[in-house]
């Protein structure tokens, strides 16, 4: 019964923050590589942030600077810090966790607007 769920979403003004936040259960956690992917309107689903079980981060170009992805493996929780958001981070927010190619899991998502 794996189960990723995301919250933290919502309404905020251009340069504003958000912090959104995935739960994990039903997974051996600290094992699984985590990632915060974007999907908007109209266009394809882009990977945001991830980071490895090790801890390791990686970034896309469009981020770099303002969002920070983090794990607590004590909680079993996965974060994503953002801020100076812009509209065009506008979007559903996505909670991934991989395990190599074995297993691959997705929460339901979570609205991000930017927008004055």
């Known amino acids: 019964q794996v189960q990723l769920v995301e919250s933290g979403g919502g309404l905020v003004q251009p340069g504003g923050s958000l912090r959104l936040s995935c739960a994990a259960s039903?997974?051996?956690?600290?094992?699984?590589?985590m990632a915060w992917y974007r999907q908007a309107p109209g266009k394809q689903r882009e990977l945001v942030a991830s980071?490895?079980?090790?801890?390791?981060?990686a970034y896309a170009d469009s981020v770099k600077g303002r969002f920070t992805i983090s794990r607590d493996n004590v909680k079993n929780t996965a974060s994503l810090q953002m801020n100076s958001l812009k509209p065009e981070d506008t979007a559903v927010y996505f909670c991934n966790s991989r395990l190599g190619g074995l297993h691959d899991y997705w929460g339901e998502g979570t609205q991000v607007t930017v927008a004055s």
């Open positions: 039903g997974i051996s956690f600290r094992f699984y590589a």
């Open positions: 980071i490895t079980s090790t801890g390791s981060t």
